[in-house]
């Protein structure tokens, strides 16, 4: 038996684990511990001093646990063996980061592997993995003899390969979004195989027309409609109910609808006009929540779709409603409001309404027998959890609260980045006014009354 574990009895260990964050290591223990043996060997521990008292005593204990914690540090070995040191070198012509023998599990969901195996990074993914000590960042130099050497680089140095604020602002988020455990890939980076919620339109100078064509169909119910206020509209009209005089009002003020359906979807985006004017903000990173069956050549639709904005930059004003328009309209994710679709796991629900590369996904994974992700060990349709059902007044009251397309707003201010959701809501045209179930419990009742109504 080894001296050291003779002299700490296994009795007397204290599992660090077990042990509250009121106690703090006495790092005493521990320099002796390393300086006899490499054992792991786990020192007990003592009562944490919660404030200074300014005694002596506890003066000399403070500095006794300090040299005893740097002579552990100075001590102690650091570095990693050279089996798994991963390189990655910078490409200045490129502006990305290769991998000459990609490892690790990051490369699941980040980079990309070309045909002789080497991983390639994009900026914010080389940064991020220096970061957290993944990769060793390095850089080829060529000498005056035509030689090439690499040199090792610092987080300095890869800090300044950013060369504007809007990569460094790309990059703070992307960082945010991977600590928390989601899954990011950049809209520059587009995978080999693209999902769309959309066609290909290859004619699209056929916008104008068919828009004007299109808006033939939004005049309003009839040409000779008399506004509401006006004296002849209560000569025409005839008000018998009180959804009747709801309807009338709330056709006052000009609203905006929003598709609600996927047929919906496609024709504004196939008969969505160019606006020159408008400023298109760019819609930065499409983001999946985590999942262990992610495939990089063929993610799916994105849960999520991202845009930057920057508080502190003075060019950079807050989107308008014309801006906040065209962002709606470019969205392509999996919309949750669709009733056509059944949201759940199942990506083969997906698949019978998305495009592949412009083909049908089911048609595009039929031919090399992919059938998409498979579902999980055990998935049964009659054990999946059942979704709670509301009245159809309350729906549509959810509905307004929730909105229906949506995309996630990254502020950035002076560092601190908060994730705002924004969605486009239907005020206009949803009559959260009306309850099916009062009027038809109120019909009931008036039947019921005249039932029991006597005979004169």
């Not at 916008?207 to 000779?224: D, Q, V, W």
């Not at 905006?256 to 008969?271: D, Q, S, V």
């Not at 262990?292 to 004003?317: E, H």
Request: hydrophobic share 35%; with cysteine; net charge positive.
């Amino acid at each position: 038996m080894d001296k050291s574990t003779e002299q700490y009895p296994r009795e007397n260990l204290i599992d660090s684990d077990a042990e509250n964050d009121e106690l703090v290591q006495d790092w005493s223990e521990i320099a002796k511990v390393a300086r006899k043996s490499r054992q792991a060997v786990i020192p007990r521990r003592g009562e944490k001093d919660y404030e200074p008292d300014g005694t002596i005593v506890q003066e000399s204990m403070l500095s006794k646990a300090k040299s005893a914690f740097f002579d552990t540090i100075s001590s102690s070995l650091r570095g990693s063996t050279v089996k798994n040191l991963i390189k990655a070198y910078w490409i200045e012509d490129r502006r990305m980061a290769r991998i000459p023998q990609p490892r690790g599990t990051f490369m699941n969901t980040m980079g990309k592997v070309d045909r002789d195996g080497q991983g390639w990074l994009e900026l914010h993914e080389f940064v991020y993995l220096v970061e957290r000590g993944s990769i060793t960042p390095y850089a080829m130099i060529t000498l005056d003899n035509g030689d090439e050497t690499e040199i090792l680089l610092s987080l300095q140095d890869v800090y300044s390969y950013f060369k504007t604020d809007e990569e460094l602002d790309e990059f703070s988020v992307y960082a945010q979004l991977k600590r928390l455990g989601y899954i990011v890939i950049s809209t520059d980076n587009e995978p080999a195989e693209k999902t769309s919620l959309f066609p290909i339109i290859s004619n699209r100078k056929r916008y104008g027309i068919m828009n004007s064509f299109y808006s033939l169909f939004r005049l309003p119910e009839g040409l000779l409609n008399i506004p509401f206020y006006h004296p002849l509209h209560f000569l025409i009209n005839r008000y018998t109910s009180y959804p009747q005089i709801y309807n009338s009002l709330s056709k006052l003020v000009p609203f905006y609808a929003p598709p609600k359906t996927l047929k919906e979807l496609r024709e504004e985006r196939c008969l969505m006009a160019a606006e020159t004017n408008v400023k298109e903000w760019k819609i930065s990173f499409n983001v999946w929540k985590p999942q262990s069956n992610f495939k990089k050549k063929n993610p799916g639709l994105p849960d999520f779709q991202l845009v930057i904005y920057n508080k502190n930059d003075n060019s950079n004003q807050f989107p308008s409603f014309a801006e906040f328009k065209n962002i709606f309209r470019r969205l392509d994710y999996k919309f949750e409001f669709l009733e056509e679709i059944k949201i759940d796991d199942d990506e083969t629900t997906w698949g019978n309404f998305t495009y592949t590369n412009g083909v049908p996904t089911n048609e595009y994974l039929k031919p090399r027998k992919i059938t998409g992700r498979q579902r999980k060990p055990g998935f049964n349709d009659e054990k999946r959890k059942k979704t709670k059902t509301y009245p159809i007044h309350v729906q549509k009251i959810i509905r307004l609260k929730e909105g229906f397309r949506s995309f996630i707003l990254a502020v950035i201010d002076d560092g601190l980045i908060s994730f705002v959701r924004i969605a486009e809501s239907d005020f206009g045209s949803t009559s959260v006014w009306h309850d099916p179930s009062k009027v038809s419990s109120r019909k009931g009742r008036v039947e019921r009354v005249k039932k029991t109504k006597p005979c004169n």
